[in-house]
Nanobody, 127 residues
Framework: QVRLVESGGGSVQAGGSLGLSCVLSGDIASRYCMGWFRQAPGKEREGVAT???????SYADSVTGRFTISRDNAKNTLYLQMDSLKPADSAMYYC?????????????????????WGQGTQVTVSS
């Protein structure tokens, strides 16, 4: 059974940076489309960034140019580097994975595509 564990959340002032990590255990990460999603109080969960098995990535418009998703398959780890953070980025951030090699399916950043989820890590950006 696949397990995802996030780390790296915290509090930062606007304009600052944070890095998130997510370790996948129970299978080989290179077989998985992986992504980061976030959910703020009272809002729906939204796709932030996804990366397919070949390293192609997709970003939400709101984070393009500020966030960078990457993966290290040797470490079974997914990363999200977040720069120039804004208060609007405050949310619970979730790591997600789905065992598929479909690029089109992976890069649409749709919640329903992903079957495995982490518990989340909180990111708070103050103004």
């Amino acid at each position: 059974q696949v397990r995802l564990v996030e780390s790296g959340g915290g509090s930062v002032q606007a304009g600052g940076s944070l890095g998130l990590s997510c370790v996948l255990s129970g299978d080989i990460a290179s077989r998985y489309c992986m992504g980061w999603f976030r959910q703020a109080p009272g809002k729906e969960r939204e796709g932030v960034a996804t990366i397919d098995v070949d390293g192609w990535s997709s970003y939400a418009d709101s984070v393009t140019g500020r966030f960078t998703i990457s993966r290290d398959n040797a470490k079974n780890t997914l990363y999200l580097q977040m720069d120039s953070l804004k208060p609007a980025d405050s949310a619970m951030y979730y790591c997600a994975a789905e065992r598929t090699s479909s690029r089109s399916l992976c890069l649409v950043r749709r919640v329903g595509v992903f079957g495995d989820w982490g518990q989340g890590t909180q990111v708070t950006v103050s103004s």
